[in-house]
């Protein structure tokens, strides 16, 4: 393929940004997945942020890709100059095409240190590629991607890589019989749990939002870097509304305040593809705690009563996804396997 122009669209033009977002509906097989994620892309480009979006076309107007690009002041190089990005990235499977997009990105940064790529504003938004284990079909909200990106790249080369695992389980009853003993210990700590109130969703989100911001850290949580509220809700844009509220569950203290949460959606996958209507897995997905009140058995307490509900439903399988692998040192779940492997990629300008 010849002749690639890659230009800037025009954020504030309708027509534009929606030949950004619905380009993926050209290069995967699955529809409906993609028209999924699609909303949630669109809201995304309309948040704030330093970044532009760019599309890449032939001589004849055929789009063959599409990227945003930006700096987050906040995440820092080991010199301390802010890393840039290239993500929402898409593209056509043609490596030519691929490379005149990156080449463009480095030559759009050049007076940057590094590139993190695949990323978009923070690790709140889509990062990574699937490196390993396409063999699996993408589960809810894990955000698509085609086997060739990490092929290619790696042709490309790259400085560093980041690597993240995820895992599988079958092992239901462990779920259970692993955390009983944490959840007696909780209700002895005067621990009590409840799940999400979907007559106030936007109170009980606000909760899950400042547990995540007070008690994670770009420590142990690479890259991370805090979001508004109003960012955050938007994630949950129709996803709340489907929700079984026994996944989103609460551990609180004597005074009501929630100090604890675990948010493990079903796999909705097939009802989303309109395979069937029955969900057979959930997906232990994000969590956090207070830092005043761990070790007192309340996250262990919460995986057992939604352990208690997936059995109830006669779930088969719970998936742990996106676990840094420098926080992979021990078995996620009972009898977990690895499953899938993902990548963020630091490109040298």
Known sequence: MKNINIHKIDKSNENECQLFVNFPLDIY????????????????????????????????????????????????????????????????????????????????????????????????????????????????????DHEYYSEFTTKYGYEESYKYLGSITYDMESIITDNEYSYHKALKNNI??????????????????????????????????????????????????????????????EKDEAISYCFSPPDYTPIILGTSDTVTGFIPKTAATDKNYRKMGVMGGIVYLQGLEAKKRNYKYAIGGYTDERLFTHKVMPDSLKWKEYTLYRLKV
């Open 192 to 253: 009590r749990f409840r799940n999400l109130d979907k007559s106030r969703p936007k109170e009980d989100l606000k909760f899950v939002y400042d547990l995540t911001v007070g008690n994670y850290n770009n420590k142990t949580n690479r890259f991370f870097t805090t979001i508004s509220f109003e960012e955050f809700y938007g994630f949950y844009d129709g996803i709340v509304s489907m929700l079984d509220s026994e996944f989103l569950t609460f551990g609180l203290n």
């Open 29 to 144: 097989e699955n529809k409906k997945l993609i028209l999924y994620h699609t909303q949630k892309v669109k809201s995304m480009i309309q948040g704030k942020g330093d970044f532009d979006l760019f599309l890449a076309e032939t001589d004849s107007h055929e789009i063959v890709g599409r990227m945003a690009m930006g700096k987050n002041n906040e995440i820092l190089d080991e010199k301390n100059i802010p890393y840039a990005y290239i993500g929402l990235f898409d593209v056509v499977n043609d490596y030519n095409v691929f490379k005149e997009m990156l080449d463009f990105g480095k030559k759009y940064f050049s007076k940057s240190n590094s590139i993190l790529f695949p990323f978009f504003k923070s690790t709140w938004f889509p990062y990574r590629f699937a490196s390993k284990g396409f063999e699996h079909y993408n589960y809810f909200m894990e955000f698509p």
